[in-house]
Nanobody
Framework: RVQLVESGGGSVQAGGSLRLSCKVS????????LAWFRQVPGKEREGVSAISWNGGITHYADFVKGRFTISRDSDNNTMYLQMNSLKPEDTAMYYC?????????????????????WGRGTQVTVSS
């Protein structure tokens, strides 16, 4: 069965950096995409970034462009999210997710309902 396990969350001060990891196992498909979402209590889960299964296409929400970088290590079946210049508003539980649906270069937003597999999340807290 497909399993996604996040790690790398923690507490940092504004302006700091963190790198999240998502270890993927049991995903036998060669297409689709991986993504990072985040959620704060009382709000809907929002898409942060996504990467196609072959790594050729990436997507970033406007609020993280220029600060976050998504990448994938296919040899280790691990996805990363390098987060720089963190802001207090980046505080959230971060989830990785996998979908069989290919990521298109024209995508403008990520729909959580399109992702079938989810990790349990890792907390990121940014203090001012």
């Amino acid at each position: 069965r497909v399993q996604l396990v996040e790690s790398g969350g923690g507490s940092v001060q504004a302006g700091g950096s963190l790198r999240l990891s998502c270890k993927v196992s049991g995903y036998t498909y060669t297409t689709g995409c991986l993504a990072w979402f985040r959620q704060v209590p009382g709000k809907e889960r929002e898409g942060v970034s996504a990467i196609s299964w072959n790594g050729g296409i990436t997507h970033y929400a406007d609020f993280v462009k220029g600060r976050f970088t998504i990448s994938r290590d296919s040899d280790n079946n691990t996805m990363y999210l390098q987060m720089n210049s963190l802001k207090p508003e980046d505080t959230a539980m971060y989830y990785c997710a996998a979908s069989h649906i290919p990521l298109l270069a024209s995508v403008t937003s990520l729909g959580a309902h399109l992702f079938r597999y989810w990790g349990r999340g890792t907390q990121v807290t940014v203090s001012s």
